[in-house]
């Protein structure tokens, strides 16, 4: 009863599918000019008041955010009325990005101090938020003298997974695809139920998802070693003196000298490198070099 009665709430306007986790919506009646934006972790301490680089609002609908490439991470901006309430939307597949995420709601009117815009009633509602529906705050704008906003700040369901990867080795198979393993270690301690109950383990290399498995999780007794059998396969060492996981899979695209822009999705934990793949489709972390690079 409850899905459907939030099904009913959220029409008009964009169309609520199951995919959408999160989800705010800015409404209000009345002559003010309002803006909805969702602010960036990276940009978080920018001003209120302001447009910061990633910022997503009607003069940036769809940033990139998240993965390069990949839409499913990205926000998405609407607006439209009904009637005479003027609204507002942003929703999100998902939000991978770690940190804070800060809704802005701001009255952009320079209103004159002998005609202010009285009651102008604005609402501010976290529809869905890691899916699971939230509050609605209210403000009523008796007089406004330039710029006012609203902010809310909602913490991402990602944690950093802190990965770094050791090994990568691709080898092209047949027309247009090849075969690839990664091999790296993670620095977050894990339970075993960030594995075990996690719904999925996704991997993307650039623009390309790589991996993707539903949680057929196995372990041995000590639950130190969890893996995913083939066609698929993936191994997470999980013990205070190994933490390493291990994916090998098929890639459509050629990893050849070129960077590589890499991000591992465990469950609510992500992990995100970058590294050059050379000729020969390898890589091999240096630690070394890393540790005591060359002055």
Not at 69 to 88: A, C, E, H, K, R
Not at 173 to 197: C, E, F, Q, W
Request: with cysteine; net charge positive.
């Amino acid at each position: 009863m409850k899905k459907f009665l939030l099904l009913t709430f959220l029409t008009p306007g964009i169309v609520f599918a199951s995919a959408y986790n999160y989800a705010v919506r800015l409404m209000w009646v009345g002559d003010a000019e309002m803006q909805l934006i969702m602010r960036h972790p990276e940009n978080i301490s920018e001003p209120e008041n302001t447009i910061a680089a990633k910022d997503c609002y009607s003069g940036n609908r769809r940033p990139d955010w998240g993965v390069q490439d990949i839409t499913s991470d990205n926000p998405l901006w609407s607006s439209y009325s009904d009637g005479v309430t003027n609204i507002q939307e942003i929703v999100a597949e998902d939000l991978f990005d770690v940190g804070n995420y800060k809704i802005i709601a701001r009255c952009v009117n320079n209103a004159d101090p002998t005609n202010p815009y009285l009651g102008t009633k604005v609402f501010i509602d976290t529809l869905l938020w890691k899916g699971v529906p939230g509050d609605r705050e209210i403000a009523t704008l008796n007089a406004v003298y330039g710029t006012q906003t609203w902010p809310i700040i909602k913490e991402s369901d990602y944690k950093n997974l802190f990965t770094r990867i050791l090994k990568f080795r691709y080898v092209k198979s047949g027309l247009g695809k090849g075969k690839y393993s990664i091999y790296a270690n993670y620095a977050t301690a894990l339970d075993r139920d960030d594995i075990t109950t996690n719904t999925y383990f996704k991997v993307y290399l650039n623009n390309e998802q790589v991996y993707r498995d539903t949680g057929n999780w196995e372990w041995n007794k000590k639950q130190t070693v969890f893996h995913v059998h083939k066609p698929w396969t993936v191994k997470v060492w999980r013990n205070d003196s190994k933490r390493e996981i291990k994916v090998r899979g098929v890639a459509d695209g050629a990893y050849h000298s070129m960077n590589v822009y890499c991000n591992m999705v465990l469950g609510r934990y992500i992990g995100t490198n970058s590294f050059f793949v050379m000729k020969n489709g390898k890589y091999i972390f240096k630690e070394h070099e890393y540790l005591h690079p060359k002055k």
